[in-house]
């Protein structure tokens, strides 16, 4: 099933009441998920990506704009109508029944010739306990059950319905580390058998690139960009989508374009395309940095953390805005730690330039760097 | 929304139709009847509006007896049931071995019929042509005469009274506490404990600022309960309270409003106003002296 | 000076301090209980001791070689005693049912259900806590006189089948139900009504049960509304026939038997009481209000 978002917007009137100004939660979404793929919204938290969820689902009702599931227009459909299962952060099982009741209590409400006899519930109910594998479970109510395999339960009471839209809203949040990055490929493996359209939302950036086939990126309401992960990783279209993305975070220095190169402090650290001078932010990813005796850029060392299959440079330089900049080198290159500094060869493909006002990218590749 | 509206009032209604007979309208009802003058119960007439009925009860010696009555009540049972109350929490506390069976047996007085208990209460202390009762038996091991304490000398009767209603009041207060001092962590005990401190330090530095919200939560409940005193007095003088001299300001208005003296509701009423504001007053006496002392 | 026998001495002197101090506590928390229970002992006692047998007794005695089930027999030839508890129970189960089903629907108006004017009114019930009863009663008392409904159940029941008090405890619990529930279960397709019905109630059942037991207790035990409204003995309370018993019943001096119909009001609480005293006494300290 495909979605279609068209120009939504959602408006909600201030909690002071004697504020009168609205606070926008969604501003002017247009959005097209494709059928059959995973996608993750990803912000970071009050960008509205809760909200946006919550509008696919019809628990809330836009101020403007239109949903479309596939041809139909949905937007004035109660949650019930639309077909679509939701997962919550914290489960939202019901505390006072077991696994089984759980997954079948969306079953209890149909209506009419989608009535289904308590032995079709129950084997409906089964068929979805086994694709998230806990159909050993299900006389166990939740209390008896670990985070885990609560979230399983979650998500199979919201597929035992068949839904159109499977909705999740950071449903790894409250599981432990190790859990989560299962479940991750847990979800994705279901996302894969049913074929269903999926939302996740999520602020974890690293969890969104790593399972979703389409990432929204959002900041207080708007798109910043949408694209396959590693798309928007290598392409970010503006500073925030830059600083948000990646671990450890982009370096950011404040630099200017003079005489078509790129100047950190005094050192011209790259050539560009002709471009007006001008006054700009230079971001580097952390694998963006070579060592070299006679590299461009110089910054002051501070240690360096070995990480066995690479090793991590921290250092200092007065332009940048991070506390530390982070480099990541190959652990078979040797840096001297007694020396006070370290300089560095930056490569091309893993810096973006982008305008200090509108925070919009400016290429500065030249022709034969593209491609 | 409008649907939404429609059908929470629904959910409401109920609630709101009984509230609104049984609380809303006589709220508003009282006032009027402590108002009317001369009001006739049969003829449902009255003469005239104005303040006589509040004159008249407070002119009234039967009114005042009881005033007197719930105040000495009053003065004498919420300081010692708490401070009783607080000395058994303290003592369950300070013990493991054989403390639920204590727990449970304090608070059987609080599932009781309060009537039914009084009446053992009346036999354990009256003195008839019989016995003299279990407690002048007592007495006189002691080498004290026998008192009659149920038709005898106020004070005995005073005494009597005080102290059923501390034996009521107190389950409720005892387990109050107990949960209250049993929720102070225990963090705090042990770090005094490696300063040395004594245990007197403790108990007023650390253990009554940790509990004294409940304790001002019991004494304001206290003192709103006891003002209401009247079944532990029928239990043990029987409904002629006047006629005993035991009556309490609760007493009075029913006594006005029914039985061999009623059929005077404007009485009733303005008595049940000077009642409500004398606890209103108390009440709020007791919150100003909280909001200094009490630690949050 | 040996430091081994000084240690030994302050340890010595700390452990006899201690074992005082626990003798003393014993001693208050033993006296106290007797003070509690000497009462219910008397009146069993007292129960079970024949007539001619009590009143013999000058020095009343603190057993008895001859007990009897006498006097409960008189107890219920005497007086109605088998109404009264048929009438207490009737009035207890009615007026506690109908309170929950008029409180479960308000708290879930107050606590799920948005519309204009919620806070209004829920500051108004919450006024309304502050109202004593007494000063109520008075109109209460005219209103079911003027509507001819003493001496009825109707009437016995009706005031006392709303609680601000429980609404407000139960809007607390309700709310206390994660917000996703009712988006899981209306993404669902749950009406409201099933909600309630089916996630709700069962999830706060402890608090109901709560509420339940106190109102229980609350009825079986009510006095003052019961004496202003009934003067007909058949539709006594337990209290009132108590109270009867006390100013008529038995030639007035049949204590044995006066005992036998207190130990037989009281029985059925105490048993209640026995089965969940640890619910009730949770139940209490959380929501109850007394003395």
């Not at chain 1, 850029?297 to 440079?313: K, N, Y």
Request: net charge neutral; proline share 5%.
């Amino acid at each position: 099933m495909k979605v279609i978002l068209q120009n939504l917007t959602k408006r909600f009137p201030n909690r002071n009441r004697k504020i009168h100004t609205e606070v926008v939660a969604v501003n002017d979404f247009s959005f097209e998920i494709p059928d059959g793929k995973l996608i993750g919204l990803l912000g970071p938290s009050g960008c509205g990506k809760s909200t946006t969820l919550n509008l696919i689902s019809g628990l809330e009702k836009p101020t403007s704009g239109k949903i479309f599931f596939g041809e139909d227009d949905v937007t004035n459909l109660p949650p019930e109508r639309r077909g679509v299962g939701l997962v919550f952060q914290n489960y939202a099982l019901y505390p006072h029944l077991t696994a089984l009741q759980n997954i079948m209590f969306p079953l209890g409400n149909l209506k009419g010739d989608q009535k289904l006899s308590k032995e079709e519930m129950v084997e409906k109910a089964f068929e979805a306990a086994k694709l998230v594998q806990i159909d050993g479970l299900m006389e166990r109510k939740p209390g008896e059950m670990s985070g885990g395999q609560q979230q399983r339960v979650a998500i199979a009471r919201a597929l035992v319905k068949r839904p159109r839209i499977l909705l999740l809203d950071e449903p790894l949040s409250n599981l432990d580390a190790r859990l989560r990055l299962q479940t991750r490929e847990e979800i994705k493996r279901i996302q894969r058998e049913t074929g269903i359209t999926t939302v996740f939302v999520t602020h974890d950036q690293e969890e969104a690139m790593s399972i979703s086939d389409l990432i929204v990126v959002m900041k207080e309401g708007v798109i910043q960009q949408i694209g396959a992960p590693q798309e928007v990783y290598d392409e970010p279209k503006n500073l925030f989508v830059a600083k948000f993305l990646g671990t450890p975070p982009i370096n950011v220095f404040s630099g200017e374009i003079r005489g078509n190169r790129l100047w950190i402090g005094g050192e011209a650290i790259l050539s560009t395309r002709p471009l007006p001078d001008q006054k700009v932010k230079i971001t580097i990813r952390p694998e963006g940095f070579l060592p070299k005796e006679d590299g461009a850029l110089s910054l002051d060392l501070i240690g360096i953390e070995v990480m066995g299959r690479d090793t991590t440079v921290v250092s200092k330089h007065p332009d940048c805005e991070n506390v530390e900049i982070r480099s990541i080198i190959s652990s078979e290159t040797r840096i001297d730690t007694a020396r006070s500094n370290v300089r560095f060869e930056i490569k091309p493909h893993k810096t973006f330039v982008y305008d200090p006002v509108t925070e919009e990218r400016i290429d500065f590749l030249k022709e034969e760097d593209h491609g | 929304m409008g649907k939404n509206n429609l059908k929470a009032w629904l959910y409401l209604l109920p609630a709101i139709l009984f509230l609104g007979a049984f609380m809303v309208y006589p709220l508003i009802d009282v006032l009027i009847y402590s108002a009317e003058e001369g009001y006739n119960s049969a003829s449902q007439t009255y003469f005239g509006v104005g303040l006589y009925n509040y004159s008249y009860v407070l002119h009234d010696p039967y009114f005042l007896q009881a005033v007197k009555n719930t105040f000495i009540l009053v003065i004498i049972t919420v300081p010692l049931s708490t401070g009783f109350a607080l000395l058994i929490s303290l003592a369950l506390n300070s013990i493991k071995w054989l403390r639920n069976l204590f727990q449970t047996i304090y608070f059987l007085p609080y599932v009781t019929n309060t009537l039914a208990v009084g009446l053992v209460f009346m036999i354990l202390f009256k003195k008839n042509a019989y016995t003299d009762g279990l407690v002048n038996l007592m007495l006189r091991l002691f080498g004290a005469g026998p008192v009659d304490f149920i038709d005898g000398p106020y004070a005995a009767k005073m005494f009597v009274l005080c102290f059923y209603t501390i034996w009521v009041v107190l389950p409720f207060k005892i387990l109050i506490l107990t949960s209250a001092l049993a929720s102070v962590k225990q963090d705090y005990y042990n770090a005094a404990r490696i300063d040395a401190t004594p245990k007197w330090r403790i108990f007023t530095r650390i253990t009554l600022p940790m509990i004294s919200p409940m304790l001002f939560y019991l004494v304001i409940t206290g003192f709103i309960g006891a003002f209401k005193a009247y079944s532990d007095a029928v239990a043990l003088f029987g409904t002629d309270l006047n006629a005993a001299g035991m009556n309490t300001i609760v007493g009075y208005v029913y006594d006005m409003l029914y039985g061999d003296s009623g059929g005077f509701p404007s009485y009733a009423s303005a008595a049940a106003l000077i009642l409500f504001a004398i606890v209103l007053t108390i009440t709020c006496i007791n919150l100003i002296i909280s909001k200094k002392h009490v630690h949050y | 000076m040996d430091h081994r026998s000084e240690f030994d001495r302050i340890e010595r002197n700390a452990k006899i301090r201690k074992t005082v101090f626990k003798v003393v506590v014993y001693a208050l928390l033993v006296f106290w209980a007797f003070m509690v229970l000497f009462p219910f002992y008397w009146m069993i006692l007292s129960s079970v001791k024949s007539y001619s047998a009590y009143n013999s007794e000058h020095i009343p005695k603190f057993f008895t070689a001859e007990p009897t089930l006498q006097n409960y027999f008189d107890a219920f030839e005497a007086v109605s005693l088998g109404r009264y508890f048929l009438n207490t129970f009737l009035f207890t189960v009615i007026t506690t049912s109908v309170m929950i089903f008029v409180i479960v629907l308000a708290a879930f108006a107050f606590s799920r259900l948005d519309f204009r004017g919620k806070s209004l009114v829920f500051t108004f019930f919450l006024a309304l806590m502050m109202i004593p009863n007494e000063l109520v009663i008075i109109t209460n008392f005219q209103t079911i006189t003027n509507l001819g409904l003493r001496n009825t159940f109707l009437g016995l029941i009706l005031p006392s089948v709303t609680s601000v008090f429980y609404i407000y405890l139960l809007k607390e619990n309700f709310e206390q139900i994660p917000e996703e529930l009712y988006k899981a279960a209306k993404v669902d397709g749950t009406s409201d009504l099933k909600y309630l019905l089916r996630v709700m109630i069962p999830i706060c059942r402890p608090t109901l049960i709560t509420v339940t037991i106190l109102k229980v207790i609350e009825c079986w035990n009510s006095y003052v509304w019961p004496r202003l409204i009934t003067d007909d003995e058949a539709y006594f309370l337990v209290s009132n026939g108590i109270q009867e018993i006390r100013e008529n019943g038995f030639g007035r001096e049949n204590i044995p038997a006066m005992m036998a119909a207190v130990v037989v009001i009281s029985v059925p609480l105490i048993i209640l009481f026995l089965i969940f005293h640890k619910k009730i006494m949770a139940g209490v300290s959380r929501g109850g209000t007394k003395g």
